[in-house]
């Protein structure tokens, strides 16, 4: 038990963190459901979203536990700084990657398309028609008349002019 007096403070700290952890998980959960159901959302739609922040969440507290039980911040500070230097060199462009993310959190909260609605989106060279079949975290997919499946990135299609319509 000698160990416990060691620790006392550090498991009182971690107990407290994963309380917090629990608590904002609760309340993100109940945000997120409130919206959902204000907004019409398809559960696809919110399950995918709540992953997305439970992930965010879970990153936090692991810093939080890690600070907590003395994990070397400049350790720590290095240790991230090469592992998103390697996540970014492996994705080729980590800022799409998070822009992406981004985009897809206001695209729940913030734009009026949903599952099932009839576009137009406005490109360069072209109009895309079609329905939107799903939102994912990365990309939005459109169905065409045709039968195409076309896959627009989230960064990208927050950026376009959207007309909707009732075909």
Known sequence: MEWLDL???QIVESIAVVLLYLLVGALFTKAIEKVAVRLEYQRSRVKMFKKV???IVVVVCLLLLMLIWGVNQSRLLFFLSSFL????VAFVAQWSILSNITATIILFFNHPVRIGDYIS???KDAVVEGKVS???IF??????KEGELITIPSNVFIQKAIKKSNS
Not at 85 to 88: F, I, M, P, Q
Not at 139 to 144: A, L
Request: without cysteine; glycine residues 10%.
């Open 7 to 9: 620790y006392k403070v």
């Open 53 to 55: 922040l439970h992930f």
């Open 85 to 88: 230097t390697v996540l970014g």
């Open 121 to 123: 989106v406005a490109e």
């Open 134 to 136: 799903d939102i994912g």
């Open 139 to 144: 990309f939005i997919s459109i169905k065409t």
